[in-house]
């Protein structure tokens, strides 16, 4: 079946560091892909997302792009802040069950001050 | 503002008992979605629903029932069937449950076992 997979965390980063969280997918079709971030107690909100092969989401100064040829969904920020301490899920839409979202586990980012 | 409502944000359940989580939207949204959340894992579907009236499982539904009665509402119940509930509950809703549409999510409920 489809799935997600994230790197693992924690990722620790300094204020102002270049953030990568790599994500990678299997799927049949061509599922669209989503960030999306937890805060502590909080449900998920949609970071970005992207709906076919080499379109770029971007939001809040966050950017992924759907890479078919390698399967893949990286989140990168040129300079993280200490609010962006956060867990963030990759997620793909998988159509076969009403388009459920299926995730990858997590990765939880850490920012220093 | 519009949202999705989850309540109660804390549960607890004693052996045996069924309890019913909440779930309302004001979005007019037509899918409606109730997910399970462990520590360190992502989120696994238990039921959908893309239309008033109907519902189907997702991957883990066994000891879970839920019913679709308005659009605005789609409650969970947590059977005794369901032998460890203890988790973090999310709702979530999309406009029509299309490939391209996001999903929105409410701020949870956490269910504990006494």
């Known amino acids: 079946g489809d799935s997600v997979t994230q790197m693992e965390g924690p990722v620790t980063l300094s204020e102002e560091a270049f953030l990568t969280i790599n994500c990678t997918y299997t799927a049949t079709g061509y599922p669209s892909l989503f960030w999306y971030v937890q805060y502590p107690g909080e449900g998920l909100q949609l970071l970005l997302k992207?709906?076919?092969?080499?379109d770029k989401g971007s939001n809040k100064g966050f950017e992924a792009t759907y890479r078919k040829e390698t399967t893949s969904f990286h989140l990168e920020k040129g300079s993280v802040q200490v609010s962006d301490s956060a867990v963030y899920f990759c997620?793909?839409?998988?159509?076969?069950?009403?388009?459920?979202?299926?995730f990858g586990a997590g990765t939880i980012l850490r920012v220093k001050s | 503002d519009g949202g999705i409502t989850q309540s109660p944000k804390y549960l607890f359940r004693k052996e045996g008992q069924n309890v019913t989580l909440s779930c309302e939207q004001n979005l007019n949204h037509d899918a409606m979605y109730w997910y399970r959340q462990d520590p360190g894992q992502g989120l696994r579907l238990i039921y959908y629903s893309q239309i008033v009236n109907d519902f189907q499982k997702g991957d883990i539904a066994e000891g879970y029932s839920v019913s679709r009665e308005k659009k605005e509402s789609f409650p969970l119940t947590v059977t005794s069937a369901q032998k460890n509930p203890t988790a973090f509950y999310l709702c979530?809703?999309?406009?029509?449950?299309?490939?391209?549409?996001?999903?929105?999510f409410g701020d949870g409920t956490r269910l504990s076992i006494l």
């Open positions: 992207a709906t076919k092969a080499d």
């Open positions: 979530a809703s999309s406009i029509d449950g299309g490939a391209n549409q996001p999903q929105h």
């Open positions: 997620a793909l839409s998988d159509q076969r069950f009403g388009n459920k979202l299926v």
